[in-house]
């Protein structure tokens, strides 16, 4: 794995460059990301370039053998621009302007800007495309950050129409597809149909997904014009960063463009701003959830045929979370050998130095704003005599893997039927049972080959395609659906004939508040679940019961079945029985641990304050690095033994 | 009582219309309403129609006895007709338009809009004005749902400054009225006054007020519109169906010009989305509060001269409370009876049949989607059989009222004066308590006749009709009055003399955060209120006091007066006390239970999950329908003693 | 110190107004304010004039030896001048017009508005401005009150646009400033610079940070045309009414242009609506916190060289806070001796008379609406004769002063950095906890002379003044600095030299859940502090740990740095020891005891329930009111012994 850093030498006095570039070479760092919003300092106004900064700032840092990453700027269209063009702006759900002064200021609907995009890409890899130093190409900046995938803009509309059209080829086709004849919804043209904003009460379902679909495609084609350009001149890796948290847009289509897919990890901002609990969003305030970055390693990295890695990379506090405390001693490096564990080819701080102006002046660098050095710098230096040591970080073949859909995730969005449903949240509590029982997992979308897989864990599939049961079968890989799979079809509608249909009934579902537990009795110990229960029948399949005597849990040759929201008590004991039977060696993990295998190696974290002995799951002196006993924030890792 | 269902065809293949008929039939059901919301099937461009479907339905359902309840289909005027006359949309607070893709996508000030209601409603009646197996026509569907009362639109400004110059005549009249000398808010002319919306700080009262009041007399006008077109062809009873929590129109004002008023009852979702407690909203998930249906089963039966009916009957889990669990067994049946010990002419399930697509998708019918016959389908047919052997169901004359009044909501919503505060959960809170003592009740408004009456609660009533306390008195009814009673003219203004000011002094008044309770010692026990507190002095009259020595109960000749918002235990001891004093007999109930009386019957309902002995409220060997012990959610039916 | 009221002869029949006047005079009211709001009443319609009643109105109270204070009446343009010119009205951050039909609705950069307030005052002062009744005039009311200070409207734009033009004479100037090269945010010409609503994430700091200084210079240059009409025709004193909580303008900047500060009070409404824990507000909900009004007074004092008094004092229950309880006995005469003793030259209750329409008809007065006299009346008297007791009430120098900062908190405000960060909250707990310490305190700007003091306490302060730490020292000024103090320029960006720089090294910030309590260990006792810390490097000077080593608090020669939001116990500790080591005596009070120096007198105020002996504190019989204990909401007075 290679280390990197996010550096924006506008920002500083060219005097800076030539140092910056020998530290970060001394720290261990190979590759610098530049070129980053810096669209203004390219071309001041129309057609006027400013080229020989950034010229020098290759010239410096190839100096020093840093290979560069080299950004489109779209992220951030100067002011000039959007005066020439005011409708680059998007427009919010209310119909109000996005206005220019911080960035993603623009629609992705509007064709005069995709124009722009196209122009200003064609320029830069006129320029640089054949730059030897340049080893890589990023599109833009994170996609969907500030809620920027939908525009209720009139192109937009106009596109959306457009879109509609080619999907429905006629109004009847789509009339019937929404089911318009419900309230009198019916049109009788295309031109009829505007955005889904602002109507009433909720609008069409099917009418919010086509919306969602489209704006993700928007996205997507948006991206595809990039990197045909960048194609085009150039024979780098193409990549984009994405977020945590993200899910307006489908990354794994995203992903098939690129040639390396990456993210920005940024633990501690992502715990305090999500669900955890306040008592997580306490005990790991320093730390990050211990599943959270890795939960988007494993789905990353499925994104792109396994090229991956991390672009940025939190190195201290952050400016953008309810509350920004700094990391605990140690987690920079363990975030990084957390990533090398998943299968990272790169990980990238962000950033440099500590900018000392503008939004995000209180955000830390690897130097603070006095260039003083960090915490996180010293880690990143001894990150990179770490992985010297490490041969091969060559990615295991894993037994599991869980299902996550973006698809899946705006229609239950869309029509959550309970407050307190809510579908990542779902996939993510599934994801960290399997990895406390100290699992190694992919994460897939639906269109993956399952048939490599033992166990394929879907915690929630509202429309199940056509061969996956098929294919499970002939695999010989086991399902275990969660609630509310099969339960409606890719029109958003309910199906006419449920899918498991031959093998029990789904008579219907419930939304329930939290604290109105549902008991379920399991090998003589009381269990609950809550927020969420599928009514089923079924005659003749062994299965787990509520206390009312509806299943719980339903066993089919096939597949299993869990119908309702599970508490982690619960779903651990349900995959503890489940993998016991098909055969998977699990390992059951303290909450502050977490284990992750490589071909090769086993990783093994402590995400908390107190020192913990490991020696159990551990063969004796065959540490590469670290102990049987693992420091507050520390790693070990160690030969694997082959007939585990 | 009648059993009902509401059915659409236009959502089904038109061959399984005459399977739903025989089937309907053979669950009891006899009316069937449709046509609502059909607009777009009926006429899907201007002037060209459709209707071989609606005949055939019609016809489909005659043929198996049922009879018909059609609808006006104003509450979803089709896309072609919004695009034709763009100004129908209601504009929300914020000036936003309200856009196409849901329903009850107009304006009430829409001209050209009352011109179209008009235009459809001639058109179906004359159509089928005169068809023998129309029994019934609905106006619309729930005026006022999704907050639909209220529009800010251009239209609504004019019509408001027509209806400001009807009632003041001249200028100086509604500057005096509402007072405008105060902020310098003087106006010249009736055209000046804008609508309420968007000021600085909140617009003047009386100017909301007179908002609130033409509001809801445009919705009362839009409806005669359509009365007095279907009354012009058609001899069949006219009803609308109204909503449960819904005060943004005067009901009764609706109620004259209606034969029959119906309205539409959730009781999970009206739980799950109300008031009340986290502890209430679990124990009574899967039933219901046990007195919300009743406090609308009593108000709407005296909006419309005693007749009355339950329109849309939740039938299974509904799709748009918080959270929406199933029903416990037994329900659908129980509810169903409640409405019909309170009265009801007729009980109609929402809807016949799941719709597999639109924005109810995840609404219970009586069968699924995929047509399986539901548990509540199941006691629909019980219901049935039950009503066959109850001969009277003829409604008894009360003893007590209570008086509900939309302008008095209106009022205290616009100047609350505390944030705890809350005119509709303060009368329910008296309701309940007057119902857990085993009493039956009418509510009525201040117009109504209280002569009947031996007692009249008004939990607030700002305004005191001129006569109330002499007609009391001469009719020897004895009024309860609740805090802020009187404190406020009709303009909106501090009465410049106080209506009780004979007999004592209304000082102020002060809002109070919950948790500073107030004591009040009764007969040696404490008891507290809460929130809200009338301060007085009154000297010779009889008074129960605060521990600070100010009055918290008047005891007066003619009337009562409670100067507080009171605790569940401290209104129960005040009206156990009260009417004792009067000669009203009562029976102290279980949380779970609650009785009703109808002129010969009496109906207890268990609300709860445990079996309950009622054996000491019941006479031996008398049961029409179940018995001493009442099973979880169950009904027990007997024959009234006389001399009681 | 004076008393008055505020009253409005416009709202109530000529008939009332002589006895009015009579019983103000014989409550011991000297000073009657009127005429504001009343522009719709003087100047009914273009250049109509109405003096009759107005005239009427001074002669009437000046026949009753009442002095005038005369307003401006400009917070109310009538309606007939908004639909002249709309451009009057302010827009919201939403773009949405803030309409006619409360008060306030003007915008501050309409040049229009400005032409009419600079006319309206001429013609005032032309009529008004030599007459001896009049002793004072208040420009307008309340400025920012509803958040009127800033507006969005395209003039706004235009003034800022200019506002900028004259900071920064050329735009590469504000783009450096701003560090505009930060996701290519530069401008080419002032013209591009648009208001920094509607972003799609948050403006550049320095761009709002620039936007909140223009809004508050246009305040004050309002004022100032109104002040120089003033003075060129009057040589009253004039003032302006200031309200509790509003930080949304430099105060200061105001108060150099008055003769008088003046402010409103309303301990009652500012507790409930404030930051207060819920246990707070429910234990002082009928006396208002011990130190609101006190912070305002020690403030505003400050704000024009000494000359200050009380506007508008709750005379009862107000109308617009969450909850509007009633004043315990005696609290409108311990508010009013409270601000006597503070140095208060005049108290003004607010308002005469409950006015019963319009939007404050709950909001009590001395009288109630049906002219009823109140308790807060009763305790007016009862002051007014308590005031002829107290020969001088000059104000004491004080020892000890707090530094508060306008710019200070926008800055705060507009990168907070941590949702539990409250500058305002800050040092509102440093101002209580002094005054516990029985300390009398002045509340001065970074630009006052700190000479005097023998402590200068900054609870934060972002930019430290060029030669505040000189003065300090040549003063011998021990200055106490809280967390983030130096962090920033007046630019809004991160000091290349950090100022502390010498003595300690600030390496980074970290912003905490208030539940990540941070412990430090002091004189063997564990004290806790929260929310915020800033982690600091220092060698060889002596200071207090946090439990991990780092620095909590700095012992410097000159001045200390306390770099943490201290809970209660511990900033009381910490205070203590510095008071005791700089010679300040202190005394530590109960919570609900406070106290407060003139120069020749001691007032105690009890803002409990109960009764407290406050001899120890006391020299024996020279109480000239009150006693040794002091009854719940009580007040004693007594002579300063000289050698404390």
């Known amino acids: 794995m290679k280390l990197g850093t996010c550096y924006y030498p506008e920002h500083w006095p060219e005097s800076m460059w030539d140092n910056d570039a020998y530290t970060m070479a001394k720290l261990g760092i190979t590759q610098v990301r530049i070129g980053e919003f810096s669209w203004s300092r390219i071309e001041p106004s129309r057609n006027k370039f400013q080229w020989a900064w950034l010229d020098k700032a290759i010239t410096t840092l190839s100096k020093h053998n840093l290979k560069i990453i080299m950004c489109t700027p779209t992220a951030t269209p100067p002011k000039w621009l959007i ?38 890409t064609n320029i830069l890899l006129n320029r640089y495309g054949k730059n030897p130093n340049i080893i890589s190409w990023q599109t833009d900046n994170e996609y969907g950050c500030h809620n920027t995938v939908v525009s209720f803009s009139p192109m937009a509309e106009k596109a ?18 929404w089911g318009n004849v419900f309230w009198s919804q019916e049109y009788n043209t295309f ?55 993200f899910t307006s847009f489908d990354h794994y289509a995203l992903g098939e463009s690129l040639d390396i897919m990456t993210w920005d990890s940024y633990p501690l901002g992502f715990l305090d701003q999500g669900w955890s609990t306040e008592k997580e969003k306490l005990q790991w305030m320093r730390s990050g959830h211990p599943d959270f970055a890795a939960f988007h390693h494993d789905l990353y990295r499925n994104c792109s045929k396994g090229r991956w890695g991390v672009m940025e990379q939190q190195p201290g506090a952050v400016n953008w979370a309810p509350n920004n405390p700094t990391p ?5 490096k363990l975030w990084t050998l957390e990533a090398a564990a998943h299968g990272a080819e790169y990980c990238s701080y962000f950033r440099w130095r500590q900018v000392p102006f503008g939004q995000e002046q209180n955000h830390a660098g690897l130097f603070d704003s ?54 990542e949240k779902l996939c993510f509590e599934f994801y960290t049972t399997l990895r406390r029982l100290g699992l190694s997992i992919d994460i897939i979308s ?25 294919n499970a079968k002939i695999a010989n890989t086991k399902l275990l659906f969660g609630p509310r799979s099969g339960s409606k079809t890719s029109e958003y509608q309910i199906p006419p004939e449920y899918p498991f249909n031959r093998d029990f009934q789904f008579i219907k579902s419930e939304s329930l508040r939290d604290s109105a537990s549902l008991k379920i009795n399991m090998n003589d110990k009381i269990y609950y679940s809550k927020n969420w229960r599928d009514i089923i029948e079924c005659k003749g399949i062994n299965n787990i019961k509520f206390s009312d005597g509806h299943p719980a849990y339903i066993h089919h040759v096939d597949y299993d079945y869990l119908a309702t929201w599970p508490t982690y ?13 098909i055969g998977i060696k699990t390992t059951c993990l303290d909450e502050n641990i977490r284990i992750r295998h490589t071909k090769d190696l086993t990783f093994a974290f402590n995400y908390g304050d107190e020192i913990l002995d490991i020696s ?29």
């Not at 605990?328 to 920079?332: F, W």
């Not at 010293?378 to 073949?397: F, N, P, Q, R, Y």
């Not at 080959?449 to 033992?454: A, L």
């Not at 008590?569 to 039977?581: D, H, R």
């Open 160 to 177: 959306f129409q457009k879109w509609l059209q080619v999907k429905y080829i006629n109004i009847e086709n789509l009339n019937k597809s």
């Open 83 to 120: 005066d020439e063009i005011p409708e680059i702006l998007a427009l919010n759900e209310a119909n109000q302007t996005r206005k220019f002064g911080s960035r993603r200021h623009y629609c992705f609907s509007s064709k005069n800007y995709r124009k722009e995009s196209r122009r200003i």
């Open 616 to 644: 159990k799951m551990t063969p004796e002196n065959k540490f590469i690095y670290g102990g049987s006993k693992i420091d507050p924030h520390g790693i070990s890792i160690w030969k694997t033994q082959k007939n585990k």
């Open 370 to 423: 006095r260039n003083e050095i960090s915490q996180g710098a010293l880690e990143v230096a001894e990150v990179s005599s770490i992985l010297g040591k490490l041969k091969s970080l060559e990615t295991a073949s894993n037994e599991v893997a869980l299902m996550f859909d973006y698809p899946s995730k705006w229609m239950l969005d869309i029509q959550p039927q309970g407050n307190e449903w809510n579908y």
């Open 328 to 332: 605990a001693n140690g987690m920079v």
């Open 569 to 581: 008590e619960l779903l651990k004991g349900l995959l503890l029985n489940l993998t016991k039977k």
């Open 191 to 245: 031109e009829q149909i505007l955005l889904p904003n602002n109507t009433v009460t909720e609008a069409n379902p099917a009418h919010s997904l086509d919306f969602r679909r489209f704006s993700s495609d928007q996205v997507i084609s948006f991206n595809n014009e990039q990197v045909n350009i960048i194609r085009a001149h150039s024979d780098s890796l193409i990549t984009h960063n994405c977020m945590g948290h």
């Open 446 to 470: 639906p269109d993956h080959d399952i048939s490599k897989y033992k166990l394929v864990v879907a915690p929630s599939l509202p429309v199940i395609p056509i061969n996956l049961l098929q």
